[in-house]
């Protein structure tokens, strides 16, 4: 099939070398220049493990192209919308500008039959309104929306196998032949099992924001676990896998620490409740409002726990901050809680050395004060404390005794739940972590 991808980010780029990888013909398309040419070289924008290779492999074929002109997406049958829906300037809800700009700039290029696939994350109602643009610019052409689920670090694992497919599609005629449609993009997944749900527009933009609801409130959950933990001595990694083994709650997405960030969760779990409030509806969603204040609490809970360990105050202080991107594998540092703590603190007086294995340079952009260094020894070395903010797999199997000897003083915070609190005070560290009291 002959498929454009508008928007050529985290989703889109993935999007479009999978849907190449998938045996279809596809057309990137971004107004981002830089993007696109490094795209062009079968390079990727961002640190997304597998996509480099996946780029050079489709790009060999002939059947991957990017484009930074609006008409290279004439002639492609179907239309992936894969723009961001960042949280607005000034309010909670999400900036629909991209998504606009996006279908405005499409709309000339339509052809009968053509089909527009919603894939970014937005207030329920959009596609509802942008059905309406696209059947007056062109009568011809369906409106559906598709959701994405990827999970940064895994996207291309995610969209080649995805755990579920949903289509919102419109009553009618219109609806099954574009679910048709559809069912042919994704024939490869779907073919292994994929399951699919078909369903209305509403329906269909509500899965995106409830499931990221529910992932954002489970964190907040064990979080909020963790500061009973902390308030009477129990041990909060011990808590979530006795009641993870209850098949009905499960231990995943139960890591207490630092919280969630990302280009996802926060600014998706404030923009459903905006849209909430506009629909008179806010009182079902306000539960959100305190899942997002526990997880900021938890990046205060750092910095004082931080203050606590050198005696009262992090001033003049040399502290080793490792990790900077939101999670492991990947150099996203959108409201990174590690990016915020190391902020914190430098504005606290602290000397704060930071280090992340790829999102140095995405942090140094944002956070020009913070001093950056290449690895873990680098940043420990001469360390009146350290504190692992990102669990990245070359942390987590650091090596406490040879750590030892940089440091000034063996002190760690470990903000992820992610080291062997045995090894480390076996190699004469001091080690505390959130939500464990003295464990
Ligand atoms: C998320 C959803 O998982 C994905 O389905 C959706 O499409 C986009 O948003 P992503 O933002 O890539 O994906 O990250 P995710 O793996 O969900 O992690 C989000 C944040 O939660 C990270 O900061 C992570 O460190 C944190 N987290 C995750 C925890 O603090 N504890 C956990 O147990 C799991």
């Given amino acids: 099939m002959h498929i454009s991808v508008?928007?050529?980010?985290?989703?889109?780029?993935?999007h479009a070398a999978c849907m190449a990888q998938l045996g279809h013909q596809v057309t990137g398309f971004d107004v981002d220049a830089a993007k696109i040419s490094a795209l062009q070289r079968a390079e990727a924008p961002f640190f997304e493990p597998g996509l480099p290779d996946l780029l050079a492999e489709t790009m060999a074929t002939g059947r991957l192209t990017f484009s930074t002109d609006p008409a290279s997406?004439?002639?492609?049958?179907?239309?992936?919308?894969?723009?961001?829906?960042?949280?607005?300037?000034?309010?909670?809800?999400?900036?629909?500008?991209?998504?606009?700009?996006?279908?405005?700039?499409?709309?000339?290029h339509l052809a009968d039959g053509d089909l527009v696939v919603g894939k970014s994350t937005v207030p329920v109602g959009t596609a509802e309104r942008l059905a309406e643009q696209v059947t007056a610019a062109q009568p011809g052409?369906?409106?559906?929306?598709?959701?994405?689920?990827?999970?940064?670090?895994?996207?291309?694992?995610?969209?080649?196998?995805?755990?579920?497919?949903?289509?919102?599609?419109?009553?009618?005629?219109?609806g099954e032949s574009a679910a048709a449609v559809l069912d042919e993009v994704y024939a490869a997944p779907l073919s292994e099992g994929t399951p699919r749900i078909v369903t209305d527009y509403a329906t269909a933009q509500l899965v995106k924001v409830a499931a990221n609801s529910f992932l954002?409130?489970?964190?907040?959950?064990?979080?909020?676990?963790?500061e009973l933990c902390e308030a009477t001595g129990a041990d909060v990694t011990q808590l979530a896998d006795a009641i993870g083994h209850?098949?009905?709650?499960?231990?995943?997405?139960?890591?207490?620490?630092?919280?969630?960030?990302?280009?996802?969760?926060?600014?998706?779990?404030?923009?459903?409740?905006?849209?909430?409030?506009?629909?008179?509806?806010?009182?079902a969603l306000s539960f959100l409002g305190e899942v997002d204040a526990i997880n900021?609490?938890?990046?205060?809970?750092?910095?004082?726990?931080?203050?606590?360990?050198?005696?009262?105050?992090?001033?003049?202080r040399r502290i080793a901050v490792l990790g900077a991107s939101f999670k492991p594998n990947s150099d996203d540092?959108?409201?990174?809680?590690?990016?915020?703590?190391?902020?914190?603190?430098?504005?606290?007086?602290?000397?704060?050395?930071?280090?992340?294995?790829?999102?140095?340079?995405?942090?140094?952009?944002?956070?020009?004060?913070?001093?950056?260094?290449?690895?873990?020894q680098d940043a420990a070395e001469g360390a009146e404390l350290i504190l692992l903010l990102t669990e990245w797999q070359e942390f987590v199997d650091l090596d406490p005794e040879a750590l030892a000897d940089l440091v000034d003083t063996p002190r760690i915070l470990d903000g992820r739940n992610a080291l062997d609190p045995a090894a480390w005070r076996a190699a004469g560290w001091t080690y505390r972590a959130l939500g464990r009291g003295k464990h």
């Fill in 296 to 316: 900021g609490r938890r990046r205060e809970r750092m910095v004082t726990l931080a203050e606590e360990e050198l005696g009262g105050s992090v001033k003049g």
């Fill in 73 to 108: 997406v004439q002639g492609a049958a179907v239309h992936f919308v894969c723009v961001g829906t960042p949280q607005a300037e000034n309010s909670n809800a999400a900036d629909m500008t991209y998504v606009d700009a996006a279908v405005t700039a499409l709309l000339p």
């Fill in 333 to 376: 540092v959108r409201d990174s809680p590690a990016l915020d703590v190391a902020t914190k603190l430098e504005e606290l007086g602290a000397q704060v050395i930071m280090t992340d294995p790829e999102a140095n340079a995405n942090a140094k952009a944002r956070r020009p004060q913070l001093a950056f260094v290449p690895s873990a």
């Fill in 6 to 14: 508008i928007g050529c980010g985290y989703l889109g780029a993935v």
């Fill in 246 to 283: 209850d098949a009905r709650i499960g231990r995943r997405f139960l890591n207490a620490g630092l919280g969630f960030g990302g280009g996802c969760l926060p600014k998706d779990i404030r923009a459903f409740m905006a849209r909430a409030d506009e629909l008179g509806v806010d009182q």
């Fill in 216 to 226: 954002a409130t489970k964190i907040s959950f064990i979080n909020a676990m963790a």
């Fill in 141 to 174: 052409a369906t409106l559906v929306w598709n959701p994405e689920f990827l999970r940064e670090g895994f996207a291309v694992k995610d969209t080649l196998h995805p755990d579920r497919v949903v289509y919102g599609v419109p009553e009618g005629a219109a």
